[in-house]
């Protein structure tokens, strides 16, 4: 029943659940603005939705939220998807992360559902959709890669 | 000599020149904390460099300059490539960006050179490389696309 | 009841079937051996699946479907997904294709499943997963961007 | 002097020339019709080139070298550098491949330019530049990882 340390990492089963997840990125952002970094809103296996509100300072000319806002949390939803897999213990890093953006992403609260595509023992490959109200009409896509020590 | 509004882009001239640059980059994001967007040091015709420097609130665990402050960067020094040679009327929009990882990513300056592959009447594509002491040994690479309407 | 030229394209609906799309790739591409380009099996609003028999050629090292033949079939089914919207008449180029790769290929009839993720005026993104068996286990996974004139 | 078995791949130098790396390749995938694949044409530390002359079948509509052709050649070098450095003994893969199109390719022969982003232990990063008549006006632009085993 139990995740072991000795159970290898599994796509069935997650080992961190919501509040785990948001409590360890807090700690390992210290010095992260308050509300900058965006929150886990929820976690299965297989799958976690990370949600961002917009503030002054992620807006892009247009009044657009940025790319670069976008991207962050893009990429903060597969390091979510990872240590929810694989646990807090292990440092796992970002190796490539490709981004295309859809629409234009108006200043409303941002959701980003990570999906992942293979957990292997050194690679994790995630699918990452964000939207604002309809997930049928996403504001980005991104494939994300990360490197397991 | 000058670059009247009839004649199209071109890879040959630039039409903004570093302080050109940072004056629009500065209107264009009039909310972004100071000092947190990085600031163009040198621009010829099909080639920039961007330079950031590091704060507290940019790095990961390990002490590191996070990846989405990596990304940030070379997205704003395609953007700047991109106006370089279209000049500060038209309102570009990043189509996709694809981020290598390369190495660890020191908290020193961080510069981003970014180089024209293409400038389409509807797409630019760039190539932008990331580093901070010798620019043989990149932190990262990255593809970017803009769409100019 | 018919498209016609004056609708503008729309992810709602195809104005191409599977019968349409197969003649129209083997009229497109006369020069191609016979079986080395994929098929398409079905067509929707929105989604497409292509499959590939594999032959001998398309093996790499170790009896494994080749890298290539994965994107060439990637990128046939994002065209046909194209095609399958906007209609025969048109001249679409790929613009970028980012390839995953994910599990080694068997070599089995590899099916490529595209769906769109945006279909603008000028440009058409689509998310493409390839498998052999089992959908849940994809070989593969790529974003294809599309041009469209 | 001698890259003995004890040394671990550097980009400082390589462990295959020309030669070695096009018999490596016709062992390798000694089913692939004559003239398919393309030749390597120059080796040295951190960089390589390979050739494709077209044929008929490499064509798509518009009697411009398809897109699948240029990124089969992209990846071909991309696996020509990767070997050249860690040696013909390890069975590398390709892990993922973005391929940013750039200009029409015009039925010429084809060059690959690919160079090292990163030699690491478990991957390696290249970027590839494809042209025909002059390099500074490149058809494509890939970036490939390779994962080492």
Do not use: W
């Amino acid at each position: 029943m139990s995740e072991g340390e000795g159970t290898p990492p599994s796509s069935d089963a997650i080992r961190m659940d919501v509040d785990a997840l948001n409590a360890f990125m807090a700690e390992a952002f210290p010095n992260s603005a308050p509300g900058s970094r965006g929150r886990v809103i929820s976690a299965e296996p297989g799958r976690i939705v990370a949600r961002q509100e917009p503030a002054e300072t992620m807006l892009r000319p247009g009044g657009l939220i940025s790319g670069p806002t976008q991207m962050a949390l893009a990429d903060m939803a597969a390091y979510a998807l990872v240590l929810a897999h694989i646990g807090p213990v292990a440092m796992a890093v970002t190796s490539a992360l490709n981004y295309q953006f859809l629409r234009p992403c108006l200043p409303k609260p941002l959701n980003a559902e990570a999906t992942l595509l293979r957990l292997g023992k050194r690679l994790a490959v995630m699918d990452v959709r964000l939207y604002t109200e309809e997930a049928s009409r996403p504001v980005g896509q991104a494939s994300v890669t990360y490197a397991i020590p």
